[in-house]
């Protein structure tokens, strides 16, 4: 693709008014997170317990290891430091309900302890102590408790800075301006479990310019394109159940999102007494499976550093090739689609003429195009020119293996690529990868026809379908062989 120096895109939305209207509403968050950078407290906290389970067997071991005891003396400490994990789930220390102090935390942790010290007490018995020995554990417990107390600290400000930063809270769009809506915002407001961004209706003209506060942003049209869109977790449809041919249409018009699009369910009276957040059902196959996401993270960032350690001697002298063959800089930064179609800067190395750049991509390359340098043929065609997107992997923009990201604007032909396949938008329902299953089944290079837009779609959405940790690796290892044993696709 066509090299480009770009600006960085801005990801912090500025708060607007129209017609008086906050634009943000009464959620208001600090700044728009993208939703590839959100995490849920849910998996954070499995990252706290296994942290402290480390801890806990640290401390202990080290003071077997110093004071070398008896087994019948550290059998005790062992169970506590055992029962103390399970003890802190069961009471909710890892849950961080929303607006709960520090103080509270305290508590948790204490009562805790308490559990823990019953279990010292009840094995010093069965291992027949009468007396422990009461200055060895009163040494572990005292470490033990200091550093819980200094990990759960720890936790509790983690926590609440990412609720308050934005990156902890799932940002949502309302589509229809309606009971179920005001329904839905309520129950928001009340528990601060999600962001309410805006309201969408598709009889905008009848809309209200508020729903309790949250803006009316535009109808269903106005969604599709809108600039906050790469920040939404989940489009949801609050619009009658029971007026099934509009459901219909709405969701026919929202498909072609990357977000997940979910139906809220009415509540009975009854029922509206205990109205939750999770009366919604999923209509759309764009959901997030946190424990995969978390697991394809874990993989990009090992993979992504181990190739960016073994590829430094080779990017070093690439970038010294390309200096000495031509003017201009080393690398080169794209404006491309992301996750839920977030814009981000994609980066690569300079294989074309710096005055010969082209934003949009509005002309693909070709065979023997005079824009390549003599460097830069030889970087695309054994693919170096794609090694400095391991950056965009660390940094969370990109995966090691997903749907290649095209420029923002692409033409294949005459018409911008995006609008020639109706699922278009689906391959960004994951984040773009460095290579994928399109480019290891010989979709590679320019996509400069309808036909080959329309299999490059295909192959991506079938990838996102399948995706898997083995997957993954089979494709990462498949990589190279694929790339060079196909000396005829253009690059």
Not at 6 to 25: M, N, S
Not at 49 to 65: E, H
Not at 228 to 251: E, F, K
Not at 449 to 455: D, K, P
């Amino acid at each position: 693709m066509p090299d480009v120096q770009a600006a960085a895109p801005r990801l912090v939305i500025e708060d607007e008014t129209v017609e008086g209207v906050g634009r943000r509403g009464p959620f208001r968050p600090g700044r728009l997170v993208p939703a590839r950078a959100r995490m849920r407290v849910r998996s954070l906290s499995r990252l706290f317990r296994v942290f402290d389970g480390l801890v806990f067997a640290g401390v202990t071991a080290a003071a077997i290891a110093i004071a070398r005891p008896t087994p019948d003396v550290f059998a005790p400490m062992v169970l506590g430091a055992l029962s103390l994990l399970p003890a802190l789930y069961l009471l909710e220390a890892y849950t961080f309900h929303r607006r709960e102090t520090l103080g509270r935390q305290a508590l948790r942790v204490s009562a805790a302890f308490g559990v823990v010290g019953v279990v010292v007490l009840l094995a010093a018995l069965i291992f027949g102590r009468s007396q422990v020995d009461a200055p060895l554990l009163a040494s572990w417990g005292i470490a033990l408790a200091a550093a819980t107390a200094a990990l759960h600290v720890a936790w509790w400000r983690a926590v609440d800075h990412g609720r308050r930063d934005g990156r902890l809270t799932p940002n949502v769009v309302i589509v229809g301006a309606t009971v179920n809506a005001e329904r839905f915002i309520r129950t928001a407001l009340a528990t601060g479990d999600v962001n309410v961004l805006g309201v969408f209706d598709d009889r905008a003209n009848r809309a209200p310019a508020q729903v309790l506060g949250v803006p009316v942003l535009g109808d269903t049209g106005s969604l599709l394109v809108h600039h906050i869109m790469p920040c939404v977790d989940r489009v949801i449809i609050a619009v009658n159940s029971t007026a099934q041919a509009r459901v219909g249409q709405l969701v026919e018009r929202l498909e072609v999102l990357p977000n997940p699009v979910s139906l809220f369910i009415d509540l009975n009276r009854e029922a509206q007494r205990n109205a939750s957040l999770a009366h919604f059902v999923d209509l759309s196959a764009a959901t997030t499976d946190a424990r995969r996401a978390f697991a394809k993270r874990a993989q990009d960032l090992v993979i992504g550093s181990l190739g960016l350690l073994a590829a430094a001697p080779v990017m070093l002298l690439v970038a010294l090739a390309i200096k000495l063959d031509s003017p201009g800089p080393v690398f080169f930064r794209q404006r491309r689609h992301g996750f839920n179609n977030e814009a981000i800067l994609v980066w690569k190395f300079r294989s074309m003429r710096h005055e010969a750049a082209d934003a949009k991509a509005s002309r693909q390359v070709s065979a023997n195009d005079d824009r390549v340098t003599k460097v830069g043929k030889f970087i695309r065609k054994t693919s170096l020119d794609e090694l400095p997107q391991l950056f965009n992997v660390l940094k969370g923009e990109m995966s090691m293996v997903g749907p290649r990201p095209h420029a923002i604007g692409m033409k294949s032909g005459d018409v911008e690529s995006e609008k020639l396949v109706a699922r278009y938008a689906h391959r960004h329902r994951m984040k773009p990868g460095v290579t994928g299953w399109a480019a290891i089944n010989g979709s590679r290079g320019p996509v400069d026809t309808a036909r080959l837009v329309q299999e490059r779609v295909a192959l991506d959405v079938e990838y996102i379908e399948r995706q898997s940790f083995w997957l993954d690796l089979y494709i990462i290892a498949m990589t190279i062989p694929c790339l060079l044993g196909d000396r005829s696709a253009v690059r």
